[in-house]
């Protein structure tokens, strides 16, 4: 496993974490990845290089200074942009292969999205929030209603169900962003800075919510962060340095994984 520079962690950390119960498989392998922008015939690179296996059930803090691609790398690892070179096997498949509509569909079913504003439809209340991406399964409205009082219940906002997004805080807009990513049971679970609008005391209980999606639910979950504070939630916290992976912290061990609450959702 080659890592650019690394303390030869970040390849090869997959089921040796202490009891993850993984079937050693990783759920997400990243080989000599590479992402470029272009501006006409300029080659502006952002991602090179990037060698990285994370176990199932793995809990990772994405930490780099601002520009150094972690986004870029998010978005890549949860089927949302496209890489310009190496391997990216997410959840089983090569996503290099699919095409734009493969690549939803696989989204849907395979990835949850927490981001720093929250991405909140304004006209939709919080119920309807978190059942638009069960909109995209085969559950009928009776299955849809279930999950989403499940959902809503899980982040103690089943009084708040009725309100649209101006009528919550921004911490219960959070909560019900992350019942959104969580409803139709995904494997993986990409959060974007999800405490960078949050103060205090609702950063941490959105941090002790992704820890119950990991501990509880058996989510693999990758962070970008930049509070120190937020990465310490992680097993794993590795470093991004102009595009390049410099350096990964093992922060404690992972914990043993319970069994998935609900089961998969049909496509
Ligand atoms: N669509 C794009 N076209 C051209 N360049 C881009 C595009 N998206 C990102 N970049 C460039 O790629 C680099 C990495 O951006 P990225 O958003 O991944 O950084 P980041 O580490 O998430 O930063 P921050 O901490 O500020 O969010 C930056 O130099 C950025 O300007
Ligand atoms: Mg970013």
């Known amino acids: 496993m080659s890592n650019s520079g690394n303390d ?58 601002s520009g150094s691609g972690k986004t870029t790398l998010l978005n890549l690892l949860a089927g949302i942009d496209r890489p310009t070179g190496g391997e990216l096997e997410v959840c089983g498949y090569r996503l290099n292969d699919f095409d734009d509509n493969e690549l939803a569909s696989w989204r849907a079913t395979n990835v949850g999205f927490i981001f720093q504003n929250y991405n909140l439809i304004p006209v939709l209340n919080a119920y309807e929030n978190i059942e638009l991406p069960l909109l995209l399964t085969e559950l009928s409205r009776a299955q849809r209603r279930e999950r989403v009082l499940e959902a809503l219940q899980l982040v103690n906002l089943t009084e708040q169900m009725q309100h649209f997004p101006r009528q919550l805080s921004g911490g219960q807009e959070q909560r019900v962003a992350i019942a959104r990513a969580i409803v139709h049971d995904p494997d993986l679970i990409v959060a974007d800075e999800p405490t960078g609008a949050l103060d205090a005391k609702n950063a941490e209980e959105a941090l002790n919510l992704i820890q119950h999606l990991n501990e509880e639910l058996g989510k693999t979950i990758v962070m970008v962060t930049h509070d120190p504070k937020a990465a310490r939630h992680a097993h794993i916290q590795i470093h991004l340095e102009k595009g390049v992976l410099d350096r990964t912290v093992e922060v404690h061990e992972l914990p043993p994984r319970e069994p998935l609450l609900g089961g998969r959702v049909p496509h």
């Open 8 to 65: 030869g962690n970040a390849g090869s950390n997959g089921g040796n974490g202490g009891g993850n119960g993984g079937n050693g498989e990783p759920i997400i392998r990243l080989r000599d990845l590479a992402k470029s922008y272009y501006r006409g015939s300029l080659e502006i690179p952002v991602l090179t290089g990037i060698d990285l296996d994370i176990p199932r059930g793995g809990y990772y803090a994405l930490m780099g200074p």
